[in-house]
C-alpha cells in the first residue's frame, strides 16, 4: 500500500494556524516556516541563520530558553499560554520540544480569552460521568459524548485497533445530519504503520482546516542534507492522501487523540467537523487530559474483564 510509504513526519510544512522555528544548540535559527511574517513579524528568509535572542525583547527570550531546561526528554514537549510574546499585549500559545537539530518553537496566535479554569472543571465532571459506568460500551458511549460536548466537534467516534491491525467503530456520538460509523470495520491501510507510530509518540492532532494552503519550512534541508523531522511538531502539514480521505468524508476539520494502553496504541479518539474548526492549543491541552483520564478508566476496565475472564477458565 503505497500510504504506508508516505513520509508524513517529513512533509516539511506547517498547517496555517501557527508558524515554527528550529534553532541550533548554539541557539542560531536554522529552519522557519515561510507563514514567520504573519505571526512573528519577520520574513523567514530573513530569520535563517540569525540569533534566537535578536527576534524578541529580553525578558519573553529569557522565559522561552528556560522552557528548554524542562525538556529532559525526545518526545516530551512544553507548552505556555496566553504568552505575552511582544510585551504589547498580543497573546500566544507555544510549543517547545527538542528535535534531532536543538530545539523547536511553535507559535499560534490567543485569539480571544481562553477560560482555562473553566475547562478543566469541565474536564473533571464529564470524567466523573464516564466513571459511573461499570459496563466497557456504556462508558465509551459517555466518553465520545463528553468529548463532543467539550469540543464542539459535528461527529466524535472511538476507533480501537484489532489484533489484526483492522480497525473497528466501537462507539459514536454524532448531529443528526452526520454519516453514522457505528460498527462498521476498516482495513488495517486504512490508518498506515508510520501513522501509528506518530499516533502512540504524539497524542494530539488537529487538522484545522483541510483547505487551507500550507507553509514550507525553509531550508527543506539541514547543512547535513536532512529533512526537518517534525514528528512532535503540533503544526505539521497534513499529507495529501489524507486530505483527500477528509474531503471524500465530507469533513472540512478533524482532530485525532491516542488512546493508550500499557505503551500501546490501542485505539483513538476520531472527531470530524463539516467546516473548519480551530481549537487553540490550551483547548486542546483540556481534550488531552480528558483523554489521559479515560485512558486510565478504559485500563482499569479491560484488566477487570481480563481477570475475570481468566477467573472463569480457571474455573473451568
Known amino acids: 500500500n503505497s500510504c504506508d510509504r508516505v513520509p508524513i513526519h517529513i512533509l516539511g510544512k506547517v498547517q496555517s494556524f501557527g508558524c515554527l522555528l528550529m534553532v541550533s544548540s548554539d541557539w542560531l535559527i536554522t529552519h522557519a516556516s515561510q507563514n514567520c511574517g504573519e505571526f ?136 443528526v445530519d452526520m454519516c453514522r460509523y457505528m460498527g462498521l470495520r476498516f482495513p488495517a491501510s486504512d490508518i498506515p504503520k508510520q501513522a501509528r507510530e506518530l499516533y502512540r509518540r504524539n497524542f494530539i492532532r488537529l487538522i484545522a482546516d483541510v483547505d487551507a494552503k500550507p507553509s514550507a519550512i525553509i531550508p527543506d534541508r539541514s547543512p547535513e542534507g536532512e529533512p526537518p523531522d517534525l514528528s512532535m511538531a503540533v ?49 486542546r491541552s483540556a481534550v488531552e487530559l480528558f483523554v489521559q483520564l479515560f485512558n486510565y478508566e478504559l485500563s482499569e476496565r479491560l484488566a477487570d474483564q481480563e481477570f475475570t475472564d481468566a477467573s472463569e477458565a480457571q474455573a473451568l
Request: proline residues 3%.
Open 40 to 175: 512573528l513579524e519577520k520574513e523567514a528568509e530573513t530569520l535563517i541563520g540569525t540569533r534566537f535572542s535578536e527576534l524578541f525583547n529580553e525578558l519573553p527570550t529569557h522565559k522561552l530558553r528556560g522552557a528548554t531546561q524542562a525538556l529532559n526528554a525526545p518526545d516530551q514537549g512544553v507548552r505556555l499560554f496566553a504568552f505575552d510574546l511582544f510585551e504589547d499585549g498580543r497573546m500566544f500559545d507555544i510549543s517547545v520540544h527538542q528535535c534531532v537539530q536543538g530545539f523547536c518553537f511553535e507559535f499560534e496566535r490567543k485569539e480571544g480569552n481562553s477560560d482555562s479554569l473553566g475547562d478543566l472543571a469541565l474536564v473533571r465532571s464529564l470524567i466523573e460521568r464516564v466513571k459511573k459506568h461499570s459496563d466497557l460500551d456504556a462508558m465509551m458511549a459517555e466518553a465520545v459524548r463528553a468529548l463532543r460536548g467539550l469540543t464542539g466537534f459535528d461527529r466524535v467516534l472511538i476507533y480501537k485497533f484489532l489484533p489484526d491491525e483492522t480497525g473497528e467503530t466501537v462507539a459514536e456520538s454524532c448531529s
Open 235 to 283: 503544526t505539521r502539514s497534513v499529507s495529501p492522501v489524507h486530505l483527500e480521505y477528509l474531503r471524500n468524508m465530507d469533513v472540512a476539520g478533524s482532530m485525532s487523540v491516542s488512546i493508550i494502553r500499557r505503551g500501546e496504541l490501542w485505539g483513538l479518539f476520531a472527531l470530524h467537523h463539516r467546516t473548519p474548526l480551530y481549537l487553540d492549543f490550551e483547548q
